[in-house]
């Protein structure tokens, strides 16, 4: 074959190539010119080792030619075969719009966590900064260090899940499942030195039977502020205006006479109610008392700051502490404490 001969052959292979209908086709061109074995070109090939030495280099680029035409013309098809059939799909596919999306499922904080962190940010507006400590404590801390000695019948209040001590069950130092966050009150004072305002949420535990309104699991906040010259009147200023903005500008509270171990003057504090405003006596919020209770509060315990080393004299402070799901409870208007901790996606779903 010579060099004009391989032109027409290359001619003749990109027409056909150029013409081939589908992949089959194509392959079959493929093999019929560029095939190892008998292509043509696989042929035309072989034929150079026979050629008179002055011949090959002419005839060799001939045949490169050639192949690299015919590589090129099958390249190209094999794009066009293939855009072909992508728009031949493109055109048979419908978008059905009346098809319904799959439901996307957002997680979101729950009712309880929701609550707490609504009470550190309106106490971060009254200077309060959000701490937290240990759910299982000291008996010092949970009792004693409030002014509540082994015996005292104030413990009486506090039903105490005990917990054996895993550093070998020392009995002068029993450990517990901290029956109210006061215990923090102290653990504060004791790293830091005067002025402190700190308001602190968190978990927990009493040996009680549940019901609609009491959980052997709960959170509270507790709240502590230390100073020079701070009186019962900033007690109440700050209740105020947290329970302002917790349940209503027109709020007003209640302060009455209770008793503390740990806070001298101690006091129970009630919002009047935001649902009836005390004028229905059926009212399902306050029972037709006109009055929530929502906290115990009082001032610092003189003995509780000479115990951390702080001179009363010069110190005064003001603590509170009240139930986080109480205000959840008022806030949502769940009939029962336990919803909140049954983990049913349908309750929770609502908040
Ligand atoms: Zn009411």
């Known amino acids: 074959m010579a060099g004009q001969d391989l032109k027409a052959l290359a001619d003749r292979a990109a027409t056909e190539i150029a013409a081939a209908a589908d992949e089959a086709a194509l392959e079959a061109s493929r093999v019929r010119y560029l095939g190892r074995k008998e292509g043509a070109l696989s042929e035309a090939t072989k034929k150079l080792a026979s050629l008179p030495p002055p011949e090959r280099p002419a005839y060799g680029a001939a045949v490169n030619d050639a192949k690299i035409r015919i590589e090129k013309a099958l390249e190209a098809r094999e794009a066009a075969l293939r855009d072909a059939a992508l728009a031949r799909e493109l055109g048979q596919e419908r978008e059905d ?51 509540i000695p082994p015996g005292h019948p104030a413990r009486e209040k506090w039903q105490t899940l005990w917990i054996s001590n895993p550093l070998g069950d020392d009995p002068s130092r029993p450990i517990l499942g901290r029956t109210h966050t006061s215990p923090m009150q102290v653990r504060i004072m004791e790293e830091r030195r005067p002025p402190i305002r700190v308001v602190i949420p968190g978990r927990c535990y009493r040996y009680e039977a549940t019901d609609a309104i009491r959980e052997s699991i709960f959170f509270q906040y507790e709240g502590l502020a230390i100073d020079e010259k701070l009186t019962m009147a900033d007690l109440k200023g700050t209740l105020y205006a947290f329970a302002r903005q917790v349940f209503g500008s027109d709020r007003k509270i209640r302060f009455r006479v209770d008793y503390f171990p740990f806070t001298e003057p101690s006091a129970e504090i009630a919002f009047d109610c935001f ?75 609502q908040f």
Not at 121 to 132: D, K, P, Q, S
Not at 304 to 312: C, K, N
């Open 97 to 147: 719009l009346s098809l319904p999306p799959r439901r996307v499922r957002l997680g979101r904080l729950h009712p309880i966590s929701q609550t707490m962190r609504e009470v550190s940010r309106i106490f971060a507006t009254l200077g309060f900064e959000t701490v937290e400590g240990p759910e299982i404590e000291w008996d010092y801390y949970n009792f004693e260090a409030l002014n």
């Open 275 to 349: 649902a009836c405003e005390g004028k229905d006596p059926n009212c399902h919020v306050c029972g037709g008392d006109g009055w929530i209770e929502a906290a115990g509060c009082g001032m610092v315990h003189p003995d509780v700051l000479r115990r951390v080393g702080y001179d009363p004299t010069r110190y005064q402070g003001f603590a509170f502490g009240g139930g986080i799901e109480r205000i959840a409870m008022l806030k949502t208007g769940a009939p029962d404490i336990r919803l909140f901790y049954q983990n049913d996606i349908r309750y929770l779903e």
